[in-house]
Nanobody, 117 residues
Framework: QVQLAESGGGLVQPGGSLRLSCAAS?????????????ISWYHQALENPRELVAA???????EYADSVKGRFTISRDKTNNTAYLQMDSLNTEDTGVYYC??????WGQGTQVTVSS
């Protein structure tokens, strides 16, 4: 069974940056999985619904929520087992839990990001 583990969250001041990582594990089934199925990052603030912030598809194309365009960058490494979300110019509205997701397959447990002065 493929599992996802996020890391890199924490406390940052407004205007700062964080880089989230998402690692896939689960033996041979996880090998290159991000290239096969793509990877998405979702954001959940407090009790709000989870919202898609960024996605990279199997063909390498990317999609971003309007609220993060120009500030966030999604990528995956050459092994296609680790994905990243580079977050720059963070603001307080970016606070929340960030989940990496293989659509239709599995979710990670999330990593907390807090933007506060």
């Amino acid at each position: 069974q493929v599992q996802l583990a996020e890391s890199g969250g924490g406390l940052v001041q407004p205007g700062g940056s964080l880089r989230l990582s998402c690692a896939a594990s689960g033996g041979r089934r996880s090998e290159g999985i991000f290239r096969l199925y793509g990877i998405s990052w979702y954001h959940q603030a407090l009790e709000n619904p989870r919202e898609l912030v960024a996605a990279i598809y199997s063909d390498g194309s990317t999609e971003y929520a309007d609220s993060v365009k120009g500030r966030f960058t999604i990528s995956r490494d050459k092994t296609n087992n680790t994905a990243y979300l580079q977050m720059d110019s963070l603001n307080t509205e970016d606070t929340g839990v960030y989940y990496c997701v293989i659509p239709g397959i599995t979710w990670g447990q999330g990593t907390q990001v807090t933007v506060s002065s």
